[in-house]
């Protein structure tokens, strides 16, 4: 018999993915309730029956959507769906009682296929979802997942006027919602766009996907002109491609976004060029509201000074991992005025341990989250002494801290994850830590249970955890301090 599990709404998660951002999952999987057995529905209990056989009048479903149990609210929907009862679409979404709504689930597996016929955006289905949610009333809905339910560009299009307008009259309640930005070439899953929300930071958040890299500009152009200009205050362009600085300065430049405040660089498809660094430069101090920049990739070489100096604001979160910093782009780093408000700093794939340890040195007093992932050359002459140094830094707000693919061949993984982790115990603030895996042989194994028992033996309880890293394909370890978990 098949698995009949409750759908519960609660269970979904809002997870970090590399390549998509946030991205809407559930943690159980929806299993509808009819089964279908030579052509007939059965199912499997009263209450099942019942929402079955008002599905069939309009009305009834109308008086049933403030009695029929929150187990069965799917089943209702998604029969007003499949029925286009438009009113009861209306009532169930402006009045929906779970934190999560996500219309793939609600249609199941087994209509996946039938998705763009049933939620046809002539049909009226569409349309009706959208309206629905921005008049929504519930105040425990909070995150709605449209990628299945907006089947074509110009609904999407639509649907994010429609938002804005209703920002204007300041309507929409607090929800996030998850869309595709579509474009006139066929899709690819190229990563997110744009996040949009209200200069009151409140209303609908936008977080569109599947993006194709080549149409990117002209896309978000036409996006923009539909955008005032104060909406706009996240950008990822990590996952595309453009050709030159100049486009990139034709898309943000001249200040045209003053509330912008995280920015992802994008790749570009040739080097740059000092004159290009100073393209950027000159829009990232147009940007008097960007307090989070992303550099990852970007091959600076020397031209960080041309990048930052000019910024009005103080950047908090700054990523300049493999961005190939040389000594006056770290030393230019560690005097500026963004060392002392930077709360979180990523700096992986660094070569030479004087450049690691400056950085580290000059935000340890405030720094909030660290990533030192990927610098195994800053630590492959006398691992020991380097790693207590860095260690030692005067850290008193650090709560995360990524070490993990450090450990070097000349030097026992197992012995060197305990004596790190002993290391990192001392830190008192430190709430999470991700270390290399261990992996014991069979000499070293009486020494590192020895040095794990030394650290267990304290006051701080703690609790470790094995990871699965999908990008890199390794196991990590997470660390877990108890007394200064969130």
């Known amino acids: ?89 209306r009532d169930l979404i402006s009045n929906w009682p779970e934190r999560s709504l996500d219309f793939s689930e609600i249609l199941g597996s087994q209509h996946r296929h039938r998705v763009q016929d049933l939620l046809n955006w002539e049909s009226g289905r569409a349309k009706i979802i959208a309206h629905s949610l921005l008049n929504c009333q519930s105040g425990a809905l909070q995150v709605v997942d449209l990628r299945e339910a907006l089947p074509n560009r110009e609904a999407t299009v639509s649907f994010v006027e429609a938002s804005l307008q209703s920002h204007r009259q300041q309507r929409t309640k607090d929800l996030h919602v998850y869309l595709n930005m579509w474009t006139e070439d066929c899709l690819m899953e190229e990563g997110k766009v744009a996040k ?65 405040s995280a920015l992802s660089l994008p790749n570009f498809a040739k080097p740059l060029e000092p004159a290009d660094f100073q393209v950027l430069g000159e829009v990232l101090s147009h940007l008097p509201a960007l307090r989070r920049l992303n550099l990852n990739g970007l091959r600076v070489m020397g031209q960080l000074r041309q990048l930052l100096q000019n910024m009005p604001g103080h950047l908090e979160h700054l990523n300049v991992s493999h961005c190939r910093l040389v000594s006056i782009d770290v030393l230019f780093l560690y005097e500026s005025r963004h ?19 400056l950085l580290v040195r000059g935000v340890a007093p405030q720094i909030e989250w660290l990533d030192l992932s990927g610098c195994p050359e800053c630590f492959e002459e006398d691992f020991l002494s380097r790693m207590r140094f860095i260690l030692r830094s005067p850290f008193s707000k650090l709560r995360f801290l990524n070490f993990t693919g450090n450990l070097i061949s000349n030097f026992n993984p197992a012995i060197s994850v305990c004596l790190f982790f002993a290391g990192s115990d001392r830190i008192r603030s430190l709430a999470t830590l991700h270390l290399d895996a261990m992996h014991l042989n069979e000499s070293f194994a009486e020494l590192a249970r020895a040095k794990l028992g030394n650290v267990n033996g304290k006051n701080r309880p703690k609790k470790v955890q094995a990871q699965y890293d999908p990008d890199t394909g390794l196991t990590v370890l997470k660390v877990l301090w108890m007394d200064t978990a969130m």
């Open 339 to 357: 060392a002392d408000t930077l709360r979180e700093l990523s700096i992986c794939g660094m070569s030479r341990f004087n450049h690691l340890c």
């Open 1 to 89: 018999m098949a698995d009949r599990r409750p759908f519960d709404a609660k269970d979904f998660q809002v997870k970090n993915s590399a390549v998509f951002g946030l991205v809407l999952e559930s943690s159980t999987a929806f299993t509808p309730a009819p089964d279908c057995r030579g052509g007939k529905e059965t199912y499997s209990t009263l209450l099942e029956l019942s929402v079955a056989a008002l599905a069939k009048y309009q009305s009834l479903m109308q008086t049933a959507v403030k009695t029929v149990p929150r187990v069965l609210l799917i089943k209702l929907l998604k029969e007003a769906l499949l029925r286009s009862h438009h009113l009861c679409i």
């Open 196 to 260: 949009s929300l209200s200069p009151e930071e409140r209303g609908i958040k936008l977080h569109p996907f599947r993006v194709v890299t080549v149409s990117l500009g002209s896309t978000l152009e036409r996006l923009g002109r539909r955008l005032e200009p104060q909406v706009l205050t996240g950008l990822e362009l990590k996952s595309d491609t453009f050709e030159t600085a100049d486009s990139f300065a034709t898309l943000l430049g001249g200040g045209k976004f003053p509330n912008l």
